[in-house]
């Protein structure tokens, strides 16, 4: 393999890197501006947006393209470590997106912060990870890049060393990532004991074909374990809402907005091949048939009952939330729910809606922790009764945080209802039991517009207090030194309320790329 | 029963009661000191199983690196160290958890065919040649997780005014 | 040499797995949770090297080149949980979890 072959495809991720370790030789130099490190951040980020974007064949940004078109949806040939398939950019797109958004943010941050260039080069060494995610093609490959990004996530949870809440949550984040680590690798080794491999095609087509049941189901559900601890799937979300809440904000939105997904991409590749390899050999020749169990339908069951119980739970105990971050915590635990919808039918319909939800959730939780962030450097306390008559001392911010809520809560002409809407309907479509996951989804979209609409009411519809905003909590430090909402987030955060409504209004450029990519994905699998 | 089949055995019941006592005893110096007991004796099982190689990493890295890095972790954290409170809270949730995946592991054992194939001899250049060729990207992720840890370890100990 | 048998590497690995999980579980010490994550990765490592060697082709080496990168990995990670654990004694003088408490309600 000569070099040239390989940094083609790699563009991004080079860029990336190069970013990360010039940034850190900037910490040695003893450079560490935010504002100049935010612009290299947003450079970097937003360069590879546009290469990748150019990949996916967007026509004006063609000139940015840098992957051989040839290898774009190749048919695997051999077992190979990565692949690009169109789904995979798109999920490459999102990504960056939601890392530019944050370094974008960012650059608000107070400008004196020692520390400065390691949240950067952590953050963009995160981001690099995510973007290997979505080429992986094998288990190992797969888990090594997401821990890429867990170590550096773990790492960024801690920034704020001398707060204990801030360690406190790396803390937690570490041990849970830990055991979600071994749980996975543990079923990864499981794999490549009945199979000899650890390339997804080879397992996804070994367990049609070749019958280890229980290891084989035991390995799946060490997967299953490991991973949703990562997408905060509902017997393993505990961890969730402490992290986020004692996470500095703008690492909040990183986390919710955007690592959260590398875990769906990673539901996508490693279950989506057996479940349609079992289904396109028909139930009768797989060999789990003779045995006790039928692999494909067991998986798909288990994912179902796992997408309601989230999306239910995550529901109801952001209804009894009294403090804004634990409230959006809990709500992004339960729209992991709705997207997990996607993976259980897996059908190209089905796969197009958990992205666009995907792609959705980045602009809406993302924006809304990033809300958080302002408002606390505002001087707000966390309670959502501090943020009393918001809407009409801050008439804008509160638009904009209504318009995400909106959003979330899925409100036509909002992007919120346009990955909603094809999704459900998908479920509809694929019959059977789906149904029933679309059923849940509208049912749980309903009891969510309860604590979105209290929300509203507070914002806009209660008086403000009438002596000047006392926190009825202490503020979390990071209000401290930052004065007022800052330039980055301001623009970030407009910038996330137009692209919310424009693309719940024009939806058809992402849908349409989405749809195409998605069914390429069915047939590359299968 | 052969020489292996006892070494194997004696080995593995070693490896369990070190990784039980390692979790038990009262002070954290013994812990180190059954934790690297443990490390050492999984490495031996390692060269029963042909791979000298992983054994001697194994040696090096976890019975030598890893032991002095937690042994340096009590040091620093030392005012702790004899007061370990809830040492043994049992809990019934864990300990279902770890009996279920225990249970289900041997459950999966009748479904080999009873180890038909021999032992894959000592190759250093096919290990070579999995490491660095095809899969050489697996290495290049470990450099990338590597570069992240240190990194972000080294700012979060490093002394310094805010 | 003959070959070992199958059902006591995977009750090994197993076990040691559980131990792992529990002891992840269970303690409050931080530095014992590091050492139970240890035992738990041993598990899977082991399982790693163990259908390596007796992989039915020469491609199955692939599983000892995973345990070597495996047993980097793990280091990092000691690494960096006792990176957090030393920051939180230098401004809390405790590596207790259970104390960790400043986030729950």
Same mark, same amino acid.
């Given at each position: 393999m000569d070099a040239s072959s390989f940094i083609g495809p790699f563009v991004p991720e080079l860029l990336l890197l190069g970013?990360?370790?010039?940034?850190?030789?900037?910490?040695?130099l003893g450079i560490r501006r935010n504002e100049g490190l935010s612009t290299i951040a947003v450079a970097a980020t937003s360069l590879a947006l546009l290469s990748v974007l150019g990949d996916l064949g967007f026509a004006p940004l063609g000139v940015f393209a840098t992957l051989p078109p040839a290898l774009l949806d190749a048919a695997p040939t051999g077992a190979p470590l990565y692949a690009f398939t169109s789904l995979g950019?798109?999920?490459?797109?999102?990504? $960056?997106?939601?890392?530019?958004?944050?370094?974008?943010? *960012?650059?608000?941050?107070p400008s004196n912060e020692k520390g400065a260039p390691i949240f950067y080069g952590l953050l963009l060494?995160?981001? $690099?990870?995510? $973007?290997?995610?979505?080429?992986?093609?094998?288990?190992?490959?797969?888990?090594?890049?997401?821990?890429?990004? *867990?170590? *550096?996530?773990?790492?960024?949870?801690?920034?704020h060393r001398r707060e204990s809440r801030s360690l406190e949550a790396a803390m937690k984040f570490f041990i849970i990532g830990a055991l979600s680590t071994v749980l996975s690798f543990y079923g990864a080794s499981l794999l490549f004991g009945a199979y000899d491999s650890t390339n997804l095609f080879a397992i996804g087509r070994a367990t049609s074909t070749v019958g280890f049941p229980v290891l084989v189901l035991l390995g799946y559900g060490f997967l299953i374990a490991g991973l949703a601890f990562k997408v905060t799937l509902v017997p393993f979300h505990a961890w969730a809402v402490d992290v986020y809440d004692g996470a500095p904000s703008d690492v909040s939105a990183f986390l919710a907005g955007g690592t959260k997904k590398i875990g769906l991409f990673a539901f996508f590749l490693v279950f989506l091949g057996p479940i349609l390899y079992i289904k396109a050999i028909g139930a009768g020749e797989s060999p789990f048939q003779g045995g006790a169990l039928d692999l494909g339908p067991v998986l798909t069951l288990t994912l179902a009952v796992l997408a309601v119980i989230t999306m239910t739970v995550g529901n109801l105990l952001a209804l009894l939330q009294k403090e804004m971050k634990r409230m959006l915590a809990y709500s992004s635990i339960s729209q992991a729910g709705y997207m997990l919808i996607g993976v259980t039918i897996g059908t190209a319909p089905a796969i197009t809606g958990a992205t666009m939800q995907i792609f959705a959730h980045v602009l809406m939780k993302g924006g809304a922790f990033l809300v958080v962030a302002g408002v606390a450097a505002l001087g707000i306390g966390? $309670?959502?009764d501090d943020w009393k008559g918001l809407g009409t001392r801050r008439p804008l911010l509160g638009a904009a945080f209504a318009l995400m809520l909106l959003s979330l809560a899925g409100v036509p002409l909002t992007v919120g209802f346009v990955s909603k809407f094809v999704l459900f309907s998908s479920a509809v479509q694929a019959q059977g039991y789906f149904v029933w996951l679309a059923v849940a989804g509208l049912l749980n979209s309903a009891l969510s517009v309860f604590y979105y609409a209290r929300v509203l009411k507070v914002i806009f519809f209660d008086a403000a207090p009438t002596v000047p905003v006392a926190p009825t909590a202490p503020p979390p430090a990071e209000a401290l030194p930052a004065g007022g909402l800052g330039y980055g987030r301001a623009v970030t955060i407009g910038l996330i309320a137009v692209l919310i409504v424009a693309f719940g209004v024009y939806p058809q450029p992402v849908l349409g790329a989405i749809q195409a990519a998605a069914q390429h994905f069915i047939t590359v699998g299968a | 029963m052969s020489l292996e089949e006892l070494a194997f055995l004696a080995l593995a019941v070693v490896a369990l009661a070190t990784a039980v006592a390692a979790l038990l005893v009262r002070e954290l110096v013994h812990t180190i000191l059954w934790v690297s007991v443990f490390f050492v004796d999984l490495s031996a099982i390692y060269f029963l199983l042909e791979a000298p190689f992983l054994g001697v990493l194994q040696l090096g890295v976890y019975a030598g690196a890893v032991t002095i890095l937690l042994l340096f972790g009590i040091m620093v954290t030392r005012k702790r160290i004899f007061s370990r409170d809830a040492a043994t809270g049992l809990g019934p949730i864990p300990l279902a958890l770890a009996a279920v995946t225990f249970i289900f592991l041997i459950a999966s054992v009748g479904e080999f065919p009873n180890s038909p194939t021999p032992l894959q001899t000592y190759a250093p250049a096919l290990l070579s040649a999995q490491l660095f060729g095809p899969n050489g990207p697996w290495l290049l992720l470990l450099g990338l997780i590597m570069l992240s840890g240190v990194a972000g370890a080294i700012y979060l100990v490093r002394e310094g005014r805010e | 040499m003959t070959a070992l048998p199958v059902e006591g590497f995977l009750v090994l690995s197993g076990g040691l797995l559980a131990i792992g999980i529990f002891g992840l579980l269970t303690r409050r010490n931080f530095i014992l949770i590091l050492i139970a994550v240890e035992i738990a990765m041993n598990a899977t490592i082991l399982n790693f090297v163990y259908f390596a060697a007796f992989a039915p082709t020469a491609a199955g080496l692939s599983g000892q080149a995973i345990a070597v990168v495996l047993i980097g990995f793990a280091a990092t990670e000691v690494a960096v949980g006792l990176a957090i654990v030393l920051a939180l004694n230098r401004i809390q003088g405790t590596i207790n979890v259970a104390q960790a408490t400043e986030l729950k309600e």
């Open positions: 970013a990360v370790l010039l940034v850190f030789l900037f910490d040695v950019l798109i999920f490459q797109a999102i990504f $960056l997106l939601s890392a530019l958004l944050v370094c974008l943010a *960012s650059a608000s941050r060494l995160a981001t $690099l990870g995510m $973007l290997l995610v979505a080429v992986a093609t094998d288990l190992i490959f797969l888990l090594l890049a997401i821990e890429v990004t *867990s170590i *550096s996530t773990y790492l960024l949870v801690a920034y966390p $309670l959502i | - | -």
